[in-house]
């Protein structure tokens, strides 16, 4: 018994012995050790400034606990601001966040054998068939010819609403009966851009909510016998924790290769993109500003970040 309580004092004083030597060291050197106490209200700070921001809790403790694994034992010079390298150490830490290569749309519609089939997939009422309106003018205005594909066969009206955007911007629709199989919808679209030299197919989905198994299936199935180019992952900027689990979930059934990110003017704080980029570590390819058809922005990850670092007074334009 004295034996182990003589090696745990042992123990407990070369510890502390390690401990005052390395923070004697560099304080000779005019340095001090960061320890759980310097960082605390710092970290403290950026975590209440993440969870404001919108940024999923599941989300927020890895990256603060990433940041605090990084900074806690570095050493750091007299008089340097703690909250300044607590905020450089989390910027770092959010830019991983996003995958190492951005999805240039342009690029990828002009790369691509035509016709490109774009599929767009999300739950109810995140701005799923305003997005694909605002795309097609953006692809319009690029210089490409345009299908759309009411593959929402499931929700009253919504091939009504597809077809007035597609009388908005002069563009043709593919639409099948209320009912009808959603991935004929979209087989159709590719057949008559096929026939027709059109560069690309946007289709819209129904909203569905991500733990509807049925739901998920059909998509599943448009996505098999259709062989989209793009799966794109639209949800809102309100999302905020919802949006950890419904990405992951269309991630896992259908493969999402990037998202959009709607609603940003309503709720700007747009801590969802960081979510929804960690869930899936897949691009976001667009920002939705508003309701009208040029209200779509180029996600810029820089941004984002410099907002939630409360760097750029938040202007949704402030995009470098
Ligand atoms: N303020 C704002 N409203 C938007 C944006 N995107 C879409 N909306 C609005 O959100 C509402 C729903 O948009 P829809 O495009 O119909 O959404 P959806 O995902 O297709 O909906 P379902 O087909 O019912 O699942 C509409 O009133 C849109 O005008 C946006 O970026 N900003
Ligand atoms: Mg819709």
Redesign the pocket.
Known sequence: MFDKLRTKLRNFSETIERKVTAKGKAALEGETILDDEDLKKPLEELETALLESDVALSVVEELISGVREELEGKRKKWGLDTGGLVKEALRDALLKVFPVKRLDFEEFVNNKQKPVNIVFA?V????????IAKVAKKLLGGGHSVVLASA?TY?AG?TE?MEEHASNLGIKVIKHQYGADPTAVVYDAMKYAKANRKDVVLADT??RMHTSINLMEQLKKICRVTKPDLVIF?DEAVAGNDAVERAKKFDEVVGIDASTL?????DAKGGTAISIAHSTSKPILFL????GYD?LESFNEGWLIDRLLGENGGDIRNVS
Do not use: E, P
């Not at 109810?124 to 997005?131: A, C, D, I, R, Y």
């Open positions: 999300g109810n009422g995140t701005g799923k068939t305003t997005s929402d929700r919504a609403q129904s909203g639209v709607t609603k940003i003017d309503i939705g500003t508003g309701q209200d």
